[in-house]
């Protein structure tokens, strides 16, 4: 089962396309989407857990699928816009500069 | 379920990441929400492929949640007693010294029962990846203190927290082989936050890249999350992990090739 | 045929290595050392061979294990007390149907029950062979990598220090080809990876979800079934003067010589006296001893325990003839070796009077 983002006004620059069927419902992929467009809803699957949905603004930066247990997510960028491309680029740099320790 | 919607529309689109490796046979498991072990399955099967090993490589397995990897992913392996896996995968590397040989234990399987082995196996320098996956609770077994569970860190055993006066300190097993001469890489990742995965999934091939290269022993510790075992909501383990795991085991390469 | 001066740790190793076997680790015991010793030397002169001195003997069969999982002979070995820690191990080459070669260099006759039952888990058997002398540990050493690999099987050599540390003279054939192992498609190489048919080696068998396996249950039935058949198929034994005995003594290992020399003796005498010893301690050759005894008065046996093989020969004759334990717990002042009952004066005598004592009533 997949969901398409929300209708949205300006070209998208990544989507996923999310595999519910599987999804446990641990919630790890909201706080780790660094445009901040995951977000849990009250709808569950039939295992009987909730659901993660999509809101404009999806980056295509993978965060989800780097982090999800069940490999819900599947990915996509859209290469139309070079400058969008740049935008990625720096989303990159300041997510290898973020510290863990 | 979500109401059936419209079918996304990816014309135009390139796919930066599939929904798991085409090597992991099924994506179902049977673990727990929330746990990191799948996280680590996914980047171990990446790094083989990337490295050109699918068809070259042998992990010994030992006794734990992550066991289940022997089903689903689609490389050779042998499910070995609990602890022991560091002294078959010698047994299998000297027989077969061009394969990449390597195991994949939890921290009971390497620091409780199998601290003689990883200690004995690093020393003498054989060059086979050693994988554990840490998340300080016996998970399978319903949860109890490990060698590597933290002070403060709720198990089964405790669920108020390890106590150092009660049950003593930690084992930093890690720590302690990339202090061995012979060892060739050391290093500690996690999967509780996408750039801990990344930086994960780096040292895992600098791990197996010094086997293949014949530099002597290696290590990746995994700090992975077990919400059922730490007794917190699945959306927490995270959290958790960093506040008591990433806390006492400082992530990094504690060897560097 | 030329006969060379072997010592039995010697004989041993030089058997192995003939017979393919090229991995070998243990941990250094006694009377068990020995054997490590030879190994190395036998690689060498071999010029191939991993001889690992492994830190625990825990460990060393785990190397072994692992040996064996690739398709090599792979062989390990300890005394009693090692031996011991080793069992799990020993179950689980057993349960996963790996080939593998223990010699159990003892320091006595202590260990029967252990060669026999053993101390691992589930429902395994292991072949056990009880040499006699050197020339019968050559030959049962190439014998236990032969049905290793045939049934798919833990074997057990069981020797002792007098067969370590004697020398004596065996065939040694220079022109004899060097056994060539057998093909083992079921062996781990990597090279199944990422074919949709990878190979797993698992104690429950339950495969992958591509390619589904039995599952524990069927697996240890089948485990169970083939040991079943074995049991039937590789009992053996020597055996002398069956004809018109009365009194059988029953014997293994290195005892046996020491009642075969009495035995004749008391025979040339008059005396109604035969011999019997099991070569396979498991399978136990019950019918072959049965078959011996069915004229017998009594059956004696003689081990130097506190009773182990006695319990299979019992189970072996069934009630049908008297069993009487003549032998008796017997080491050294060092705890090392056999004691006093490993002697023919005292056995001619407990013979004697075992038989004075059946005529008697």
Known sequence: MTTAPHHTSHAPRGTVVMALERCKGCGLCVPVCMPRVLEMTEERNAKGYVLP???????????????????????????????????DADADADADADEVH | MTAPGTPVDLSGARKVAPFAPDLLQTTEHHLCSGCGHPVAWRLIVEVLDELDLVNRSIGVVGHGCYTQIITTADVEFFQCLHGRAPAVAMGMKRMLPDRAIY?????????????????????????????????????????????????????????????????????????????????????????DRPNAVARTRR??????????????????????????????????????????????????????? | MPLVLREGYEAMAEAAVHSGCRFFAGYPMLPFTGLLDAFTRAFERQGDGVMIQADTEIEGINMALGAAATGARAATGSTGQGI????????????????????????????????????????????????????????????????????????????????????????????????????????????????????????????????????????????????AELEQAEPRHVSRHLDGTRHLVVSFGTTGPFVDYVVDELRADGHPVGAFRPVTLWPFPSQALADAATRCEQVLVYELNAGQMVDDVRLALNGAVPVRSIGGVSQDESGMRQGDLLGVDVMRARILDAMQGADAR
């Not at chain 2, 003689?116 to 086979?128: N, P, T």
């Open chain 3, 84 to 227: 011991a820690l080793m069992q799990e191990a020993v179950a689980e080459a057993a349960l996963n149907e790996l080939p593998l070669v223990i010699f159990n260099i003892g320091r006595g006759q202590q260990d029967y029950f252990q060669c026999t039952r053993g101390g691992g888990w589930g429902d395994y058997r292991t072949i056990a062979l009880a040499p006699a002398s050197v020339t019968e540990a050559d030959e049962l050493t190439r014998l236990a990598f032969e049905l290793a690999d045939q049934w798919l099987t833990p074997v057990v050599v069981y020797g002792d220090h007098l067969i370590g540390f004697t020398q004596m003279t065996v065939e040694h054939d220079p022109e004899r080809a060097p056994t060539v192992p057998p093909d083992k498609p079921w062996a781990l190489d990597g090279s199944t990876g990422g074919t949709g048919t990878s190979k797993v080696i698992w104690t429950w068998r339950q495969g992958k979800h591509n390619t589904p396996g039995p599952g524990p249950n069927l697996h240890w039935q089948h485990v169970a079934d083939k040991y």
């Open chain 2, 103 to 191: 195991t994949i234990q939890g921290d009971g399987d390497m620091v409780s029962e199998g601290l003689a082995e990883i200690l004995h196996v690093a020393a003498r320098g054989e060059s086979i990846t050693c994988l554990m996956l840490d998340n300080g609770v016996f998970g399978d077994t319903g949860g109890h203190m490990t060698a590597t569970t933290t002070v403060g860190q709720r198990t089964k055993t405790d669920v108020s927290g390890r106590s150092a006066s009660e049950y003593g300190y930690p084992i930093p097993v890690a720590d302690f082989v990339a202090q061995l001469p012979g060892v060739a890489y050391v290093a500690r990742g996690a999967v």
């Open chain 1, 53 to 87: 949905r999509l809101l404009d603004g999806c980056t295509g930066c993978r965060a989800c699928a780097d982090i999800c247990p069940d490999y819900v997510f599947e990915v996509y960028r859209f290469d139309h816009v070079d400058a969008l491309d740049a935008l």
């Open chain 2, 203 to 257: 040292y895992l091939r600098n791990a197996f890249e010094a086997q293949v290269a014949g530099e002597g022993f290696s290590l990746v510790e995994i700090l992975t999350m077990c919400p059922t075992g730490w007794s917190v909501p699945a959306d927490q383990g995270a959290q958790y992990q960093r506040e008591q795991m990433n806390a006492t085991y400082p992530l990094g390469e504690l060897r560097a090739r």
